[in-house]
């Protein structure tokens, strides 16, 4: 259940979800120390933070009130004006000036047709739309031109392996960062769950934390984003990705948007929580972003799990997994 931690925190997690893990918590006071400790881990994220999301149908509300008022039934005719004498007529009022009919009908359809824009273009950027997978997509080649940096520097892409006890996919941005490929105001949350957020940590600073540290931090290092975990041969000899490609560079998944949590992630075929679970991104090798609908692609091989189901190295190198941020090879 503490795998869900993270996303309780972040409040993207369903009804069921939240009240196990409340429940859970309730029974657990293990599991309360550890959540503290994790909130205590994500409080410099805050700056970050999504704005509240407005109550559903405010603008329709609001906008049926300011009607009521503005819009009110008005006679059709108005009534014919009072014949006065010219010497006894009255001075132009400089007080309240009464709007015409025509005109107040006019500025109640402007408001509205506005209101109703501004509905659609908020439903526009929910995260499974296309232009927040569109954004989604520019982050993932942010990402390629520091990894195709970073290979040009080292001979390789990174191997997160390398960076044992804290070998999970998470690392790879720590290690862009360190290596000066990877802009420090790269976002590693995907456009569609919030505000850009980045990665304020070294690779020495991870590697000098305790083990409960690292526990805490390691699962928001690549946040929104999974990353290779490279693969074992038949001598269980452990090898980097981006190394012997037999489908090719245009067929090899390095990165994409992060799968849903393990325990759903081994019992279902779910996609990424990222876009509404309509599909991921995937980054290729050769710096092309598709938007794959399923989480198979080429043969049919599972991008989040390897040949035997589980979130590790692939088993060979044709077997691609791409894990997420606190995943081990």
């Not at 998470?170 to 850009?196: E, F, Q």
């Not at 490279?230 to 269980?236: F, L, P, Q, S």
Request: hydrophobic residues 40%; glycine residues 8%.
């Amino acid at each position: 259940m503490e795998t869900y931690f993270i996303e309780y925190i972040l409040g993207t997690l369903d009804e069921g979800k939240r009240r196990q893990v409340e429940t859970h918590l309730e029974q657990d006071a293990d599991a309360r120390r550890k959540l503290a400790l994790l909130k205590q881990a994500l409080e410099p994220l805050a700056v970050d933070e999504e704005r509240a999301v407005a109550p559903p149908q405010l603008v329709e509300r609001t906008l049926a009130r300011v009607a009521e008022h503005i819009c009110a039934l008005k006679p059709a005719v108005e009534p014919a004006p009072q014949i006065v004498p010219a010497a006894r007529a009255p001075l132009p009022s400089r007080g309240f000036w009464r709007p015409r009919v025509d005109v107040l009908v006019a500025a109640c359809l402007l408001v509205m047709v506005v209101g109703i824009g501004l509905t659609i273009l908020g439903r526009m950027r929910g995260p499974n739309s296309a232009a927040v997978v569109v954004e989604c997509k520019e982050n993932l080649r942010q990402f390629y031109v520091a990894l195709q940096t970073y290979r040009d520097q080292h001979g390789q892409l990174p191997d997160v392996a390398k960076q044992s006890p804290r070998d999970v996919a998470g690392m790879v941005v720590p290690m862009l960062g360190d290596a000066g490929t990877l802009p420090a105001r790269a976002s590693i949350r995907c456009p569609g769950l919030g505000s850009p957020a980045s990665c304020r940590f070294s690779v020495n600073a991870l590697l000098g934390m305790s083990d409960e540290e690292f526990g805490l931090y390691s699962p928001s290092l690549s946040m929104s984003y999974a990353y290779s975990l490279g693969y074992r041969d038949e001598a269980e000899v452990h090898h980097g990705p981006g190394g012997t490609l037999p489908v090719g560079w245009s067929q090899t998944p390095i990165m994409a948007d992060r799968p849903p949590a393990e325990s759903v992630l081994i019992n279902s075929m779910d996609n990424s929580i990222n876009h509404g679970g309509t599909g991921q991104n995937v980054l290729f090798a050769d710096g092309h972003v598709h938007f794959l609908t399923e989480r198979t692609y080429g043969a049919g091989d599972d991008i989040f799990l390897n040949r035997d189901s589980k979130v590790a190295a692939g088993r060979g190198a044709s077997d691609i997994v791409l894990g997420y941020s606190a995943a081990r090879p």
